[in-house]
């Protein structure tokens, strides 16, 4: 196994300097570029072009976004334009509106003398809460990794399936949080990273785990279930978008096959997400809508050419009739464990864990 | 639903003129181009350069160029020669070497002027076997798809996993037999055609159903599990590679995982093979070795640019380390029934329905 190094964040801040340093996603995994964030418009267009994405790390981007708005200008018109710019740049993404909220609360709250300050400290304050929820699951589920370990003896194999990977978040990210752990622990682990067609995300989680120095194999989806049958996993570790309060878990499509296949040969399952990821309001499974995506990401398949560009290739006609839901739900009793920030419960036990975090 | 038309043949033979004509099968799907074979020469090209693949295509075109040997030059020395070359292209092919062997047989025991005529005859024989022998497949599974279309008088969804298709056979193809039967005898079927990464044959299997006016929808592997918690598929309908006497199945990799599907909602999941698939000295299912294939299938995608051309991206670096097991073995648990030219047999009655055969 290759000794772990420091691994590149997708954002870092510099007070001193007020400035935002990113990774720029879109160009992802065929091309490492870091950018630099100075104004608020900066912000605005790295989430409008995607150059940020995942829930988390849009909802910390504008948070600096209304930071930097308030040390160009702190009147409220200029952080209302801020805000409202801000704001349609994703339009569904709950996280950033959410963000954007407790910004504004504050700035309206302080002198306008103290505002590019006291945001830039909310700012900073938002960006580590996210790293810290995802390190509380990481710390979980590597108790986990660590009680396998004992058992067997030798490096632990986990298996994961799309990039609920540090990209999207701060650090850490959540299915990935327990493997950055474990290589930072010394304990010996090795990734199994599936394609997750057809948005290829592995290639994200791939190119984390290398950037990291993590042990790992790339492979199709459809060879999972076989190293499984082969005894070739330990653990299966995934993120979730949605989780039902009855622990059904919605995640990236294909998640429920591999989930099959687990249950099939005896292989611990688990779905790892912070608890804002739990919709108290959804007992129903069958509530959950799958989102129809473009079947372009069907037909089309993204790489560099011999030159090292990207670029793409066509599979499919245009014409041709493609099906392309976004996401399948796992059902409760296909997941040994659901892990998150509070701790680990088996899916028929997480209403009860919600319950006694309130009532702490 | 379009209307069903007369599908391209993978391989046709003109006894007047000599001639065969292929599907130049590097060129698929992206392209369709016939090609005329007109000495054993060009057999010998066609097989090695892999223009036919498929072993029973492959057996057939061997065949043929025995024949067309013979129509040049009936000597015993000639027809060595065509032997040995022929032999040579695919060595680990089983049907290449049972047709050559055949048609020397044959040619041993006739007068050197009778072998153009007779050699002709055999292939086309040969030929024939092929197409009745997927025929009968594709009756009995007619008859179930029947049932079904009966009992819920609707369009019967058929999910189908790789390429078990007509351009690997004479005509039919195993898994698509009854597809294209039902389609000409107007029941209505709709086919949900899986990519199969590493090596998207869905993409032939695509082709092809679009070639014979089928309605058909192309979906990547990790969506057909979601299809089935949908209850949008009513039957499952795959090939096998080696089927072992107790009813497990070796397929192309994936169908695993969309066997297990299938189980957990109660969807019917036939394999369909002719009976020479069966490997009656097999037992163990463990005895099964699973061939890991080249990374590049996984690293690379093959597709079109913009100008139609036929290329590739590179999705991974060559030195990322990748797994690519070519197939994995489906339990006798989670297959409905197994569908040869005999007829349907549960995986557990497959020895009994051999025997009952044998006795005949």
Known sequence: MRTAKAPTLSLTSDAATRRLQIV?????PFALEIRELVTWQDCAEAILSMRVRGAPLIGVTAAYGMALAASANATDDHLDTAYNALLATRPTAVNLAWALAIMCKLANSIPHAER?????????RIESADAATNYAIGQ????????????LARPINILTHCNAGRMACITWGTATAPIYLAAQSGLPV?????????????LITQWELQDAGITHTYLVDNAGGHLMQ???VDVVLVGADRITLAGDAANKIGTYLKALAAYDNHIPFYVLAPVSTIDTTLVDVSAIEIEE???????????TDEAGRTTSVRMLPAEVSVTNPGFD???????????TELGVAAPQHLGAMLNNAAKR
Do not use: S
Not at 116 to 124: C, I, S
């Open 24 to 28: 720029d996603q879109t160009l992802l």
């Open 116 to 124: 590019a300050e006291l945001l830039w400290a909310e700012a900073v």
């Open 140 to 151: 979980h589920g590597l108790a986990l990794i660590k009680a396998l370990h004992e058992k």
């Open 190 to 202: 090795h990734v199994y990273v599936e394609e997750t067609r057809p948005r290829n995300q592995g």
């Open 230 to 232: 082969q005894g070739k």
């Open 293 to 303: 995506r473009n079947g372009d990401e069907v037909r089309l398949v993204h790489g």
């Open 329 to 339: 739900v796992t059902p409760a009793r296909l997941i040994t464990g659901i892990i």
